[in-house]
Protein backbone atom coordinates (compact mmCIF):
# COMPACT_ATOMS: atom_id res chain seq x y z
CA UNK A 1 0.00 0.00 0.00
CA UNK A 2 1.47 3.53 -0.74
CA UNK A 3 0.41 5.88 1.54
CA UNK A 4 -0.02 10.13 0.86
CA UNK A 5 -0.52 11.82 3.94
CA UNK A 6 -1.06 15.38 4.75
CA UNK A 7 1.21 16.60 2.02
CA UNK A 8 2.14 20.15 1.82
CA UNK A 9 4.36 22.46 -0.57
CA UNK A 10 4.64 26.10 0.11
CA UNK A 11 6.94 27.97 -2.64
CA UNK A 12 7.65 31.60 -0.87
CA UNK A 13 3.91 33.27 -0.13
CA UNK A 14 1.99 30.52 -2.03
CA UNK A 15 0.71 26.94 -1.20
CA UNK A 16 1.31 25.11 -4.19
CA UNK A 17 0.06 21.30 -2.69
CA UNK A 18 -2.64 21.94 0.54
CA UNK A 19 -2.63 18.68 3.01
CA UNK A 20 -3.43 16.51 0.44
CA UNK A 21 -4.04 12.59 1.67
CA UNK A 22 -4.40 9.64 -0.37
CA UNK A 23 -3.59 6.26 -1.12
CA UNK A 24 -2.62 3.79 -3.89
CA UNK A 25 -3.86 0.39 -3.10
CA UNK A 26 -1.99 -2.62 -4.66
CA UNK A 27 -3.74 -4.52 -8.34
CA UNK A 28 -5.98 -1.25 -8.39
CA UNK A 29 -5.24 1.75 -11.00
CA UNK A 30 -5.71 5.05 -9.40
CA UNK A 31 -6.16 8.52 -11.97
CA UNK A 32 -4.73 11.69 -10.41
CA UNK A 33 -6.83 14.50 -12.07
CA UNK A 34 -7.05 17.97 -11.84
CA UNK A 35 -6.78 21.49 -13.74
CA UNK A 36 -3.48 22.74 -15.17
CA UNK A 37 -2.01 24.46 -11.99
CA UNK A 38 -3.60 22.36 -9.52
CA UNK A 39 -0.76 20.53 -8.04
CA UNK A 40 -0.43 17.18 -9.37
CA UNK A 41 3.08 17.07 -10.82
CA UNK A 42 4.02 18.89 -7.28
CA UNK A 43 2.36 16.04 -5.39
CA UNK A 44 3.65 13.19 -7.86
CA UNK A 45 7.45 14.86 -7.18
CA UNK A 46 7.41 14.63 -3.36
CA UNK A 47 6.27 11.74 -3.68
CA UNK A 48 8.87 10.15 -5.40
CA UNK A 49 11.75 12.49 -3.32
CA UNK A 50 12.50 14.84 -6.32
CA UNK A 51 11.00 17.83 -4.01
CA UNK A 52 11.16 17.82 -0.34
CA UNK A 53 7.68 18.42 0.84
CA UNK A 54 7.18 21.05 3.79
CA UNK A 55 5.07 18.85 5.81
CA UNK A 56 3.84 15.21 5.48
CA UNK A 57 4.82 12.45 4.38
CA UNK A 58 4.70 9.35 2.42
CA UNK A 59 4.32 5.75 3.26
CA UNK A 60 5.25 2.37 1.94
CA UNK A 61 3.15 -0.84 3.45
CA UNK A 62 2.94 0.84 7.01
CA UNK A 63 6.50 2.70 6.86
CA UNK A 64 7.95 6.00 5.80
CA UNK A 65 9.23 5.68 2.20
CA UNK A 66 12.97 5.63 1.86
CA UNK A 67 15.30 6.50 -0.67
CA UNK A 68 16.00 2.96 -1.49
CA UNK A 69 12.34 1.98 -1.47
CA UNK A 70 11.92 4.57 -4.28
CA UNK A 71 14.68 3.25 -6.12
CA UNK A 72 12.09 0.03 -6.46
CA UNK A 73 9.20 2.19 -8.03
CA UNK A 74 8.32 3.13 -11.65
CA UNK A 75 8.66 6.68 -12.47
CA UNK A 76 7.65 8.53 -15.27
CA UNK A 77 8.62 12.13 -14.90
CA UNK A 78 6.23 15.16 -16.57
CA UNK A 79 9.72 16.34 -17.98
CA UNK A 80 10.82 13.37 -20.01
CA UNK A 81 14.02 11.81 -19.01
CA UNK A 82 15.79 9.97 -21.46
CA UNK A 83 19.08 10.63 -24.00
CA UNK A 84 17.76 11.74 -27.10
CA UNK A 85 21.24 10.48 -28.54
CA UNK A 86 21.24 7.10 -27.16
CA UNK A 87 20.30 4.00 -29.30
CA UNK A 88 16.84 2.42 -27.99
CA UNK A 89 17.68 -1.12 -26.72
CA UNK A 90 21.24 0.74 -25.43
CA UNK A 91 19.52 3.01 -23.30
CA UNK A 92 16.68 0.40 -21.91
CA UNK A 93 19.74 -1.74 -21.04
CA UNK A 94 21.35 1.06 -19.33
CA UNK A 95 18.76 1.70 -16.86
CA UNK A 96 18.11 -1.90 -16.02
CA UNK A 97 21.61 -2.57 -15.34
CA UNK A 98 21.65 0.66 -12.89
CA UNK A 99 18.46 -1.51 -10.74
CA UNK A 100 21.38 -4.41 -10.75
CA UNK A 101 19.58 -6.63 -13.04
CA UNK A 102 22.30 -8.68 -14.97
CA UNK A 103 23.31 -7.79 -18.17
CA UNK A 104 21.45 -10.91 -20.27
CA UNK A 105 18.89 -10.55 -18.04
CA UNK A 106 18.65 -6.65 -19.19
CA UNK A 107 19.16 -7.64 -22.28
CA UNK A 108 15.96 -9.51 -22.58
CA UNK A 109 13.72 -7.16 -20.75
CA UNK A 110 14.34 -4.70 -23.24
CA UNK A 111 13.71 -6.65 -26.46
CA UNK A 112 10.59 -7.86 -24.65
CA UNK A 113 9.84 -4.14 -24.02
CA UNK A 114 10.42 -3.24 -27.59
CA UNK A 115 8.80 -6.07 -28.56
CA UNK A 116 5.36 -5.35 -27.43
CA UNK A 117 5.52 -1.41 -28.38
CA UNK A 118 5.85 -2.35 -31.92
CA UNK A 119 9.98 -0.84 -31.77
CA UNK A 120 11.75 -3.99 -32.53
CA UNK A 121 13.05 -2.92 -35.66
CA UNK A 122 13.67 0.88 -34.17
CA UNK A 123 16.01 -0.73 -31.37
CA UNK A 124 19.20 0.44 -33.14
CA UNK A 125 18.12 4.37 -33.46
CA UNK A 126 18.86 7.14 -31.50
CA UNK A 127 15.75 8.13 -29.37
CA UNK A 128 15.33 11.87 -31.05
CA UNK A 129 14.99 9.75 -34.33
CA UNK A 130 11.47 8.83 -33.18
CA UNK A 131 8.33 10.49 -33.54
CA UNK A 132 6.88 11.95 -30.00
CA UNK A 133 4.44 9.17 -29.85
CA UNK A 134 7.42 6.51 -29.96
CA UNK A 135 9.43 8.58 -27.88
CA UNK A 136 6.93 8.51 -24.87
CA UNK A 137 6.40 4.95 -25.56
CA UNK A 138 10.17 4.23 -24.90
CA UNK A 139 9.95 6.39 -21.58
CA UNK A 140 7.21 4.34 -20.62
CA UNK A 141 9.04 1.06 -21.14
CA UNK A 142 11.86 2.94 -19.03
CA UNK A 143 9.70 3.03 -16.05
CA UNK A 144 9.03 -0.80 -16.35
CA UNK A 145 12.41 -2.24 -17.66
CA UNK A 146 13.48 -2.98 -13.88
CA UNK A 147 9.87 -4.31 -13.21
CA UNK A 148 8.82 -2.32 -10.14
CA UNK A 149 7.01 -2.59 -7.03
CA UNK A 150 4.88 0.37 -7.93
CA UNK A 151 4.65 2.83 -10.79
CA UNK A 152 3.59 6.28 -10.54
CA UNK A 153 3.39 8.17 -14.04
CA UNK A 154 2.97 11.60 -15.43
CA UNK A 155 0.93 12.23 -17.75
CA UNK A 156 2.00 8.67 -19.63
CA UNK A 157 -0.92 9.24 -22.26
CA UNK A 158 0.26 12.11 -23.68
CA UNK A 159 0.94 12.70 -27.62
CA UNK A 160 -0.30 8.64 -27.95
CA UNK A 161 -2.63 7.97 -31.15
CA UNK A 162 -5.81 6.14 -30.47
CA UNK A 163 -4.05 2.29 -31.10
CA UNK A 164 -1.00 3.15 -28.98
CA UNK A 165 -2.93 3.70 -25.94
CA UNK A 166 -4.96 1.07 -26.51
CA UNK A 167 -1.17 -0.73 -26.83
CA UNK A 168 -0.37 1.00 -23.57
CA UNK A 169 -3.29 0.38 -21.63
CA UNK A 170 -2.81 -3.65 -22.35
CA UNK A 171 1.15 -3.71 -21.50
CA UNK A 172 0.07 -1.31 -18.20
CA UNK A 173 -2.21 -4.47 -17.24
CA UNK A 174 0.16 -6.80 -18.04
CA UNK A 175 2.84 -5.44 -16.70
CA UNK A 176 1.69 -3.72 -13.24
CA UNK A 177 -1.67 -5.91 -12.51
CA UNK A 178 -0.84 -6.52 -8.59
CA UNK A 179 0.98 -2.97 -8.48
CA UNK A 180 0.36 0.11 -6.55
CA UNK A 181 0.08 2.15 -10.17
CA UNK A 182 -1.07 6.44 -10.23
CA UNK A 183 -1.03 7.92 -13.08
CA UNK A 184 -2.54 11.89 -14.08
CA UNK A 185 -3.42 12.55 -17.00
CA UNK A 186 -6.00 15.25 -18.48
CA UNK A 187 -7.87 12.74 -20.81
CA UNK A 188 -10.79 11.85 -18.61
CA UNK A 189 -12.48 9.40 -21.12
CA UNK A 190 -9.04 7.63 -20.74
CA UNK A 191 -9.24 7.93 -16.76
CA UNK A 192 -13.04 6.80 -16.84
CA UNK A 193 -11.52 3.75 -19.01
CA UNK A 194 -8.82 2.38 -17.07
CA UNK A 195 -9.30 3.76 -13.33
CA UNK A 196 -10.52 1.82 -10.50
CA UNK A 197 -10.04 4.85 -8.03
CA UNK A 198 -9.59 8.73 -8.71
CA UNK A 199 -8.17 11.29 -6.65
CA UNK A 200 -9.52 14.82 -7.81
CA UNK A 201 -7.13 18.22 -6.96
CA UNK A 202 -8.60 21.51 -6.92
CA UNK A 203 -6.17 24.51 -6.21
CA UNK A 204 -3.58 21.54 -4.40
CA UNK A 205 -6.60 20.02 -2.48
CA UNK A 206 -8.25 17.06 -2.62
CA UNK A 207 -11.86 17.81 -3.42
CA UNK A 208 -12.79 13.74 -4.30
CA UNK A 209 -11.30 10.45 -3.70
CA UNK A 210 -12.54 7.07 -3.71
CA UNK A 211 -13.66 3.99 -5.96
CA UNK A 212 -14.97 5.47 -9.17
CA UNK A 213 -17.80 3.72 -8.79
CA UNK A 214 -18.58 5.25 -5.24
CA UNK A 215 -18.22 8.76 -7.17
CA UNK A 216 -20.36 8.22 -9.72
CA UNK A 217 -23.32 7.47 -7.14
CA UNK A 218 -22.40 10.34 -4.99
CA UNK A 219 -24.38 12.81 -6.88
CA UNK A 220 -27.82 13.52 -7.57
CA UNK A 221 -30.26 10.43 -9.17
CA UNK A 222 -30.66 11.66 -12.76
CA UNK A 223 -32.94 9.76 -15.06
CA UNK A 224 -33.62 10.29 -18.51
CA UNK A 225 -37.21 9.41 -19.24
CA UNK A 226 -38.99 9.14 -23.02
CA UNK A 227 -42.88 9.35 -23.08
CA UNK A 228 -45.03 7.91 -25.56
CA UNK A 229 -46.42 9.80 -28.02
CA UNK A 230 -46.20 13.35 -25.94
CA UNK A 231 -43.80 16.23 -25.09
CA UNK A 232 -42.37 15.86 -21.70
CA UNK A 233 -42.41 19.78 -21.13
CA UNK A 234 -44.78 18.99 -18.79
CA UNK A 235 -42.45 17.50 -16.48
CA UNK A 236 -41.37 20.78 -15.22
CA UNK A 237 -44.40 21.03 -13.27
CA UNK A 238 -44.33 18.06 -11.61
CA UNK A 239 -43.38 18.39 -8.10
CA UNK A 240 -40.16 16.72 -6.98
CA UNK A 241 -38.78 16.67 -10.00
CA UNK A 242 -35.90 19.44 -11.60
CA UNK A 243 -35.64 18.71 -15.34
CA UNK A 244 -31.99 19.71 -16.97
CA UNK A 245 -33.28 18.81 -20.79
CA UNK A 246 -35.86 18.15 -22.88
CA UNK A 247 -35.48 16.81 -26.53
CA UNK A 248 -39.42 16.27 -27.49
CA UNK A 249 -40.76 13.18 -26.07
CA UNK A 250 -37.08 12.51 -23.74
CA UNK A 251 -36.18 14.24 -20.69
CA UNK A 252 -33.31 13.71 -18.11
CA UNK A 253 -34.20 14.55 -14.72
CA UNK A 254 -33.09 15.03 -11.29
CA UNK A 255 -35.22 13.21 -8.50
CA UNK A 256 -35.70 15.99 -5.72
CA UNK A 257 -37.87 14.42 -3.35
CA UNK A 258 -39.94 12.08 -5.82
CA UNK A 259 -38.75 8.26 -6.15
CA UNK A 260 -38.60 6.94 -9.70
CA UNK A 261 -41.86 4.40 -8.49
CA UNK A 262 -43.77 7.99 -8.13
CA UNK A 263 -42.23 9.24 -11.06
CA UNK A 264 -43.51 6.29 -13.06
CA UNK A 265 -47.01 6.56 -11.79
CA UNK A 266 -47.25 10.63 -12.33
CA UNK A 267 -46.16 9.31 -16.37
CA UNK A 268 -48.18 6.51 -16.77
CA UNK A 269 -51.13 8.76 -15.54
CA UNK A 270 -50.43 11.13 -18.20
CA UNK A 271 -50.05 8.36 -21.13
CA UNK A 272 -47.71 5.93 -22.30
CA UNK A 273 -44.20 5.76 -21.12
CA UNK A 274 -41.24 4.03 -23.41
CA UNK A 275 -38.24 4.29 -21.36
CA UNK A 276 -37.01 5.16 -17.37
CA UNK A 277 -33.30 4.70 -16.57
CA UNK A 278 -31.23 5.89 -14.18
CA UNK A 279 -28.25 7.88 -16.50
CA UNK A 280 -24.68 7.24 -14.47
CA UNK A 281 -22.40 10.49 -14.80
CA UNK A 282 -19.14 10.43 -16.56
CA UNK A 283 -16.49 11.48 -14.90
CA UNK A 284 -15.90 14.07 -16.80
CA UNK A 285 -19.13 15.60 -15.16
CA UNK A 286 -18.01 14.84 -11.90
CA UNK A 287 -14.92 16.53 -12.14
CA UNK A 288 -16.71 19.91 -13.18
CA UNK A 289 -19.07 19.55 -10.45
CA UNK A 290 -16.42 19.01 -7.95
CA UNK A 291 -13.75 21.14 -8.99
CA UNK A 292 -15.45 24.54 -9.76
Not at 243 to 271: C, K, N, P, S, Y
Request: aromatic share 6%; hydrophobic share 45%; glycine share 10%.
Amino acid sequence: MLEVLGLTRVFGDTTVVDDVSFTVAPGRVTGFVGANGAGKTTTMRMLMGVLAPTSGQVRWHDAPIDAATRRTFGYMPEERGLYPRMRLRDQLVYFARLHGIGAADAGARADALLAHFGLTDRAGDLLDELSLGNQQRVQVAAALVHRPQALVLDEPFSGLDPLAVDTMIDLLRTEAGDLPLLFSSHQLDLVERLCDDLVILAAGRVVAAGPVAELRGSGPTRYRVVLEGQDAGWLRDLRGVVVEDVDGTAAQVVLDGLDAGALTRAVLDRGGLRELALVQPRLSEIFREVAR
